[in-house]
């Protein structure tokens, strides 16, 4: 009898040892088996823009030195920006051919057509009209980087302007909502525009071609350069200046200074690059 009870035991305790290994086990694996509720994952950290650093070119007592050096350290932020609206340009160029071979652009390409038409400020009443694609084509174009280094250094001072400085405004845009920007010294009294402020050197390029390529006050500039294009000559500073006589008060004698920066600083052989793409 005791024999019978200590096996029952040694059965009881064997049993009781499988029983504690099977939770172990389950216990080890439970979150496999019974994940319970599903939790938000982490949100993806943003990652912030590279903060340019702007040279000291006041610094520069070299005054060639400081101008190749202004040029050279604006010019990537130009190229980039052309390329981006050359890109769209071609797009716009495969959609119009399209059309006019009696094809209807795609649903994707409607919508980029859309997109782009009120970035360019464009009225569009159909995607599928040839003649409102090349409107919007006109405007969807690049600006020469021998036109836009010369008014950044005319706007900025070469740099060393507290606009440029503190707020990447290198071109003189104003804005007119009151913390927009940065309040010049002299403004007068009666006036309430200010200096536009940016986040970025980029943001105010692109502000700057946006600028050109839809305000109505450069409408020449841009039949300039779609002359340009109908007779396949390139795209140069000198013949877009002209259409710039309202982007500063002193009309005419502006747009000489800046033929006169560009001449002087053989700017028209950066818009070689442009030339050789072909854009």
Same mark, same amino acid.
């Given at each position: 009898? #005791? %024999?019978?009870?200590?096996e029952r035991q040694a059965r009881l305790v &064997?049993?009781?040892l499988i029983v504690g290994l099977f939770f172990l086990a389950f216990r080890i694996n439970l979150p496999s088996v019974w994940p319970g509720p599903e939790l938000p994952a982490d949100p993806e950290p943003e990652i912030p823009e590279p903060v340019v650093e702007i040279p000291d070119f006041a610094a520069i007592l070299d005054v060639e030195m400081k101008k190749q050096t202004f040029f050279n350290f604006l010019q990537? &932020?130009? !190229?980039e920006m052309n390329k981006r609206v050359a890109q769209e340009r071609s797009r716009v160029i495969e959609i119009i051919e399209k059309v006019e071979n009696g094809g209807n652009? !795609? #649903?994707?390409e409607r919508d980029f057509l859309r997109e782009l038409s009120i970035e360019y400020e464009v009225q569009m009443e159909s995607v599928d009209n040839p003649a409102e694609l090349r409107r919007l084509l006109r405007r969807v174009d690049i600006l020469p980087p021998s036109l836009v280094l010369a008014q950044a250094a005319n706007e900025s001072a070469w740099g060393t302007s507290r606009f440029a400085m503190d707020g990447y405004n290198f071109f003189g845009q104003w804005c007119y909502t009151e913390g927009c920007g940065i309040v010049p010294?002299? #403004?007068r009294s009666t006036a309430s525009h200010e200096v536009k402020s940016f986040d970025s050197i980029q943001a105010s390029v692109e502000a700057y071609f946006m600028n050109l390529n839809t305000f109505p006050s450069y409408q020449d500039l841009r039949l300039i350069r779609q002359r340009l294009r109908n007779n396949n000559r390139p795209i140069d500073g000198i013949s877009l200046s002209q259409g710039l006589e309202s982007y500063s /008060? #002193?009309? /005419? %004698?502006?747009i000489n200074e800046l033929r006169s920066m560009i001449y002087y600083n053989d700017l028209l052989e950066r818009d070689m690059s442009l030339m050789q793409q072909n854009l």
């Amino acid at each position: 009898m #005791r %024999d019978n009870n200590h096996e029952r035991q040694a059965r009881l305790v &064997f049993a009781l040892l499988i029983v504690g290994l099977f939770f172990l086990a389950f216990r080890i694996n439970l979150p496999s088996v019974w994940p319970g509720p599903e939790l938000p994952a982490d949100p993806e950290p943003e990652i912030p823009e590279p903060v340019v650093e702007i040279p000291d070119f006041a610094a520069i007592l070299d005054v060639e030195m400081k101008k190749q050096t202004f040029f050279n350290f604006l010019q990537p &932020f130009v !190229d980039e920006m052309n390329k981006r609206v050359a890109q769209e340009r071609s797009r716009v160029i495969e959609i119009i051919e399209k059309v006019e071979n009696g094809g209807n652009p !795609d #649903r994707s390409e409607r919508d980029f057509l859309r997109e782009l038409s009120i970035e360019y400020e464009v009225q569009m009443e159909s995607v599928d009209n040839p003649a409102e694609l090349r409107r919007l084509l006109r405007r969807v174009d690049i600006l020469p980087p021998s036109l836009v280094l010369a008014q950044a250094a005319n706007e900025s001072a070469w740099g060393t302007s507290r606009f440029a400085m503190d707020g990447y405004n290198f071109f003189g845009q104003w804005c007119y909502t009151e913390g927009c920007g940065i309040v010049p010294s002299n #403004r007068r009294s009666t006036a309430s525009h200010e200096v536009k402020s940016f986040d970025s050197i980029q943001a105010s390029v692109e502000a700057y071609f946006m600028n050109l390529n839809t305000f109505p006050s450069y409408q020449d500039l841009r039949l300039i350069r779609q002359r340009l294009r109908n007779n396949n000559r390139p795209i140069d500073g000198i013949s877009l200046s002209q259409g710039l006589e309202s982007y500063s /008060e #002193r009309g /005419e %004698d502006y747009i000489n200074e800046l033929r006169s920066m560009i001449y002087y600083n053989d700017l028209l052989e950066r818009d070689m690059s442009l030339m050789q793409q072909n854009l």
